[in-house]
């Protein structure tokens, strides 16, 4: 067992994981001569429902505002219980019940608990996550916070002092992770990590900056892998703008402390290619980009691990990245394939490396990927996808950067490709056996493949398109890119820049310190004039 538990904090960041939620449902296969390709276990949980019957349901807690849920109710189908606030009250007069105009399912939705065809989704008819949803939660992962109400103008949920405050005065009156987080603990056997979707310039993120303190004092050495959302700034006034690069270089500074892996991700807002059409003012569309960028990365840590395709784990892949202790922030590209006419170069070679915890992991690499790497850095089987999501434009402020100057240095990189013509397809290790390959210098890009595609489900918007211009059905092959590269360095350094003044006087210098920090360590390990690196 290797199970994740994830903890999702807001509107944004649940389009996301909803997303990432329906993809692990449809790999479920009913035929028993069906395999599926990935471990359910790592990321759904069994139970038993209200009528005895077994119940299979993600291991995760949702956290969101009064009327982010939509028409989501607590108690569903498998858990359809009384629970009747008359029975357990102890007032004895007469109740006065005030009831809030319900929110009416969806057509998506209604069309699913009828068991008939779903109509097609549009941006007009998502308005709330749970319009598309297509898997059944446990009661205990939904959590209403009715201190604030989504959208609202009065008292608007913006401000990092304003999520700080709200964990503060929750955790005082429950202890949340006991009543929240802990069930799903402690039911694991081996958890091999929590993964986090969260806002990263919003409330959410002085939120989820205190809960994870309280994680990191009862599960000290557990990974803790970050995905922060930040919604598009397009069309917003200058005052938001700058509150949500404050609100982020308050995130990076703390969740670099907490955090074994942070990854911020943002929509571009200029440069998107063909491969890609997206409404940016749709956060179901912008959650779906970022979810198939997490559901493809991570694919690999819930893999069955048969023949010679290895899964790997949050923790394998952090030490992988965070090649001095101080990398933690990384950034994220992808890139749509395209289907390819030819078939891979025979020249391609398959090998299989120690992980660094005595397991093997497979890894498909090229012949050129690798020829030119050295010690000292070079760049050689690095690579650059047309989808960057590390970061609006404007957070890269360095005016030092010129086209044509030397390239950024890569400290370590991951790439993963989903392809039906990958090279994971049983064959076996030109190196020897399983696990006893040692690679004789330090690598810097590692490649994972599998032939499990993306899948395109009825809940997922039209954003990705074939070299025609057609959107993608049924399936798509993807390549993402997670790195940890001196490009972190510039952009932390920007935006310290950019928001120091902003921030108050009794805070300045140690979040001003703490940027400085951790731009620092994207330069250890490495000169910036040695004659190694690329230009």
Not at 514 to 520: H, K, P, Q, R, T
């Amino acid at each position: 067992m290797r199970e994740v538990v994830t903890l999702q904090f807001g509107q944004q960041s649940n389009y996301v994981a909803t997303h990432f939620w329906n993809t692990q449902e449809s790999y479920f296969t009913y035929d028993a001569a069906e395999e599926s390709p990935v471990d359910h276990d790592v990321h759904f949980r069994p139970g038993l429902g209200a009528d005895g019957s077994e119940t299979f349901m993600p291991r995760t807690v949702i956290y969101d505002l009064k009327g982010g849920f939509g028409s989501m109710r607590k108690i569903n189908a498998l858990y359809d219980m009384d629970d009747d606030p008359a029975g357990s009250s102890l007032w004895s007069g007469q109740p006065v019940i005030h009831r809030q105009e319900a929110i009416v399912p969806s057509t998506f939705q209604q069309s699913l608990d009828a068991g008939t065809t779903a109509p097609e989704l549009t941006t007009s008819t998502v308005k709330y996550w749970s319009d598309f949803s297509r898997v059944f939660y446990h009661p205990k992962s939904i959590v209403q916070l009715n201190e604030f109400e989504l959208n609202s103008t009065i008292m608007p949920f913006e401000k990092w002092q304003t999520g700080e405050d709200l964990f503060a005065n929750l955790d005082k009156e429950h202890d949340i992770l006991d009543r929240d987080l802990r069930p799903f603990a402690e039911e694991s056997d081996q958890m091999q990590g929590l993964q986090i979707i969260t806002g990263l310039d919003d409330a959410w993120a002085g939120f989820s900056a205190k809960y994870m303190e309280r994680l990191r004092d009862d599960y000290g050495k557990i990974p803790v892998w970050v995905w922060g959302v930040q919604e598009p700034v397009k069309g917003l006034s200058k005052e938001k703008r700058l509150l949500k690069m404050t609100n982020k270089a308050r995130a990076l500074a703390e969740f670099n402390s907490q955090a074994s892996l942070v990854v911020p991700l943002a929509l571009p807002q200029t440069g998107l290619p063909p491969s890609l059409r997206i409404n940016s003012s749709s956060p179901w569309h912008v959650g779906a980009l970022f979810a198939a960028a997490i559901e493809s990365t991570t694919l690999y840590t819930r893999l069955r691990a048969t023949g010679s395709v290895n899964s790997t784990t949050f923790g394998t892949m952090t030490d992988l990245l965070n090649v001095h202790g101080k990398q933690t922030i990384a950034s994220m590209s992808m890139a749509v394939l395209a289907p390819r006419t030819q078939p891979e170069d025979s020249n391609k070679k398959v090998e299989v490396a120690l992980n660094g915890r005595g397991e093997a992991m497979s890894s498909d690499y090229h012949n050129e990927d690798f020829d030119g790497v050295s010690e000292s850095g070079s760049q050689a089987g690095a690579v650059s996808l047309d989808i960057d999501l590390s970061s609006p434009e404007e957070l890269d402020l360095d005016p030092t950067r010129r086209r044509g100057q030397r390239r950024g240095h890569l400290f370590s990189q991951i790439i993963t490709e989903r392809s039906p013509e990958d090279g994971s397809g049983g064959s076996e290790p030109r190196n020897g056996p399983q696990g006893a390959y040692v690679r004789r210098y330090r690598q810097k890009v590692h490649r994972l493949n599998s032939n499990t595609l993306f899948p395109i489900l009825d809940s997922f918007p039209a954003i990705l398109r074939d070299q025609a211009g057609g959107a993608i059905r049924n399936a798509a092959a993807l390549k993402t890119s997670l790195s940890t590269d001196t490009s972190v360095m510039n952009k932390v350094k920007g935006l310290r820049s950019a928001v120091i003044r902003y921030i108050g006087v009794d805070e300045r210098e140690i979040i001003g310190n703490e940027l400085a920090e951790i731009a620092e360590g994207y330069k250890e390990g490495w000169s910036s004039g040695s004659d190694d690196d690329d230009d």
